[in-house]
């Protein structure tokens, strides 16, 4: 099964600011998928990422406060923008390589003060 | 859209005992897999299992996909067992991942 490398792993961030979590795949995946858990709760999709597209996003979630980079085949960024208190959560990427079922990096816990 | 239940919300066991977990789905899907997420918070593959019974060491799962749900037995838990374990679906004709509700497990020795 693939193998991501999710970075980086926690982090503390001031309201208002924007932080990028970058997620490196070490095989080639058609999509890479992010994800959002909230304390305490189970996990949300937010966008699927194609690359050389734009991600699709899900109900709730927009390209202005979440937006995702796909330069290739087996790297994504995600962007927290403009963050409040309500955004402290874990945020993952995931990829599905075909077969085997989906994969997950180690994930991001953010913080935001 | 489907829903995905897991039953029970939380489970406490003393070392050494055993437990089913079960995941309900409203809808037919794709494919199935069950996750542990540790108190670090890394989500691990467990089963990923569409249908049918799989078995890895302690752990073993089935899943009747016609009945729509899935279980996951834990034999002779150890402490290293606690965290979260979430079922997955997967529907057809979408690359989308739904995930439930959540069991959390503590195992006290």
């Known amino acids: 099964s693939a193998v991501i490398s999710q970075k980086p792993s926690r982090d503390i961030c001031q309201r208002g600011t924007s932080l990028t979590i970058q997620c490196q795949v070490d095989s080639q995946v058609t999509m890479m998928f992010w994800y959002r858990q909230q304390p305490g709760q189970s996990l949300t999709l937010i966008a699927t990422?194609?690359?050389?597209?734009?991600?699709?996003?899900e109900s709730g979630f927009v390209i202005d406060k979440f937006p995702i980079s796909r330069p290739n085949l087996t790297f994504s960024t995600l962007t927290v923008s403009n963050m409040s208190p309500e955004d402290s959560s874990i945020y993952l990427c995931?990829?599905?390589?075909?077969?085997?079922?989906?994969?997950f990096g180690s994930g991001t816990r953010l913080t935001v003060v | 859209g489907i829903q995905v239940e897991q039953s029970p919300p939380d489970l406490i066991l003393q070392e050494g005992a055993n437990s089913t977990l079960r995941c309900n789905f409203s809808d037919s899907v794709n494919n199935l897999q069950w996750f542990h997420q540790n108190p670090w918070g890394q989500l691990i593959n467990l089963f990923y299992?569409?249908?049918g019974t799989k078995q890895n060491g302690r752990l073993s799962a089935t899943t009747v996909a016609t009945e729509r749900y899935s279980l996951l037995y834990i034999s002779s838990s150890q402490t290293t067992d606690s965290g979260v374990y979430f079922c997955a679906v997967e529907l057809y004709n979408t690359d989308k991942l739904i995930f439930g509700t959540g069991t959390r497990l503590q195992v006290f020795p």
């Open positions: 995931s990829v599905d390589p075909g077969g085997t079922g989906y994969t």
């Open positions: 990422a194609n690359q050389g597209s734009e991600a699709t996003y």
């Open positions: 299992i569409p249908s």
